[in-house]
């Protein structure tokens, strides 16, 4: 803005002025002073024409009705209280001058509910990010994938029992199904059965550790036992050696300290099958 | 405007945990928030949204308000503001500089309030005229920058004076001042400019 004289007031005065002059807070002199210059000085005049309309246009313009449901989405998101009582108070036919201003008690339920949203404001708030709700979403799609492959119905879960030993139970089912699964994986055990030859062909062959004779030691009996009866032939003589009874035992004739026992030779053919 | 110790006193309620305290605040200032919000983001969808951040960020830093350094609405109008100017550098880029024939007004809830109340007197053609002008004001205004706009809604929309508008933007009286006749004189020129160009 040019800063000349006018009429004994400079321009950056009247700009300084104009405010006050639309407001009507100048009188005197000074508002004398203002008048003159705006007629005269061909920058201010104007300006102050155009200030005047400005405002003048500004105050056609009125104050517009909020939504009916701003109230009510205000409290719903700071107290988290949504309450039919509300709803019905807010009438869209009325406005805020004709609503009836009623103080409202809230009910106890109310007042926990704010506190509870008090308390759990930072934690809401939170949780309500975006970057949280994926990292959740990814989580939950991860487990409900792992439970899957593992076999896991959600209908399984409620006849799951909890008690520890049933737990235990279950762990050891669990990872004993896992092994077994995994051993039973065509390819698992085709590296394992390759890995075996390898090591075997790998490694000398070791002595036969020599064999100790246990007395006691019956596990070889039957095999031995078969061995030797099914090395003997079908027709094989056997020799059977029985002393006489007592019904051949003659008391008179013989001494019963030194018996002389009749020696009876019997060939059975006994067929071994 | 307000009796100091009433709000004080509802201040001190609602940050005791009082539902209703927040409820009253909530109704009585809503509708101011409303009215700044919309006439500053040209927007009855973006004035919803930020009047309902402006009572969540209310709500959350209501115990940091301090009622001897200001006046209750004055706090409230600064968080208000900055909201504002912080949407306006989150929108920027997005913005498109439409034309003042472009109907600019997509307010469905929001009425003025000339309209709400029946006027047998007014014909239909003088509400309709108004609600045009109405309108070809409201995007004018959306037309002026960030700095006026906010100066001239403050004074001429919300009746706030030099010392509290200083308050709210943190700049001196004589720039309030400075501001408020620019942005008039910024937003008749371009109402000129439109009237001109229908005639």
Redesign the interface.
């Known amino acids: 803005m040019p800063d000349h004289t006018s009429n004994g007031m400079q321009c950056h005065e009247f700009?300084?002025l104009?405010?006050d002059a639309l407001d009507g807070a100048l009188s005197g002199s000074r508002l004398e002073g203002f008048q003159a210059h705006a007629r005269t000085c061909s920058v201010c005049g104007p300006?102050f024409a155009?200030?005047?309309?400005?405002?003048n246009?500004?105050?056609?313009?009125?104050?517009?009705?909020?939504?009916?449901?701003?109230?009510i989405?205000?409290?719903a998101?700071?107290?988290g209280?949504d309450t039919q009582r509300?709803r019905a108070n807010v009438s869209p036919s009325l406005?805020?001058s004709q609503q009836p201003?009623v103080?409202?008690?809230?009910s106890w339920w109310?007042?926990a509910q704010?506190?509870a949203s008090?308390a759990m404001?930072p934690i809401w708030g939170t949780v309500r990010q975006p970057r949280f709700a994926m990292s959740f979403g990814m989580a939950f799609f991860s487990l409900s994938v792992a439970l899957s492959v593992l076999g896991v119905k959600p209908a399984d879960l409620r006849s799951v029992s909890l008690r520890p030993a049933a737990i235990r139970h279950t762990y050891y089912n669990t990872q004993a199904r896992v092994v077994r699964y995994y051993e039973n994986i065509r390819f698992v055990y085709e590296v394992e059965s390759r890995v075996r030859e390898l090591k075997r062909n790998v490694t000398p062959a070791e002595p036969a550790p020599a064999k100790k004779e246990h007395k006691n030691d019956t596990t070889q009996q039957p095999e031995q036992k078969q061995d030797r009866n099914y090395s003997q032939n079908e027709n094989h003589l056997i020799l059977a050696c029985a002393p006489l009874g007592p019904s051949v035992f003659d008391p008179l004739n013989q001494d019963p300290l030194n018996p002389d026992l009749p020696v009876v030779s019997v060939t059975t053919y006994r067929r071994f099958v | 405007m307000e009796d100091v110790q009433v709000v004080a006193m509802l201040v001190r309620r609602c940050v005791a945990g009082d539902a209703a305290a927040w409820e009253e605040i909530v109704q009585t200032y809503n509708r101011r928030i409303y009215n700044i919000c919309y006439r500053f983001a040209g927007s009855a969808d973006d004035a919803e949204d930020l009047a309902q951040e402006v009572f969540i960020k209310m709500y959350r830093t209501l115990a940091t308000y301090d009622s001897s350094k200001g006046a209750f609405v004055t706090w409230v109008t600064t968080i208000t503001r900055n909201l504002l100017v912080d949407h306006f550098r989150k929108t920027k880029q997005d913005r498109i500089t439409d034309s003042l024939d472009a109907a600019s007004s997509a307010h469905e809830d929001a009425q003025p309030l000339s309209e709400q109340i029946q006027d047998q007197s007014a014909p239909p053609d003088a509400r309709v005229r108004s609600r045009e002008v109405g309108e070809t004001v409201h995007a004018a205004l959306a037309k002026l920058s960030p700095e006026l706009r906010e100066a001239v809604i403050l004074r001429d929309l919300q009746d706030f004076d030099y010392r509290e508008i200083a308050t709210v933007l943190k700049v001196p009286e004589g720039t309030v001042k400075s501001r408020i006749n620019r942005g008039r004189a910024e937003l008749a020129r371009l109402l000129q400019r439109t009237y001109r160009q229908v005639m």
């Open positions: 700009d300084g104009v405010s300006l155009e200030v005047t309309a400005g405002r246009w500004l105050k056609d313009l009125t104050e517009v009705e909020p939504p009916v449901s701003l109230v989405n205000i409290l998101s700071t107290t209280v509300l406005s805020m201003r103080s409202f008690r809230p109310e007042r704010a506190w008090g404001q």
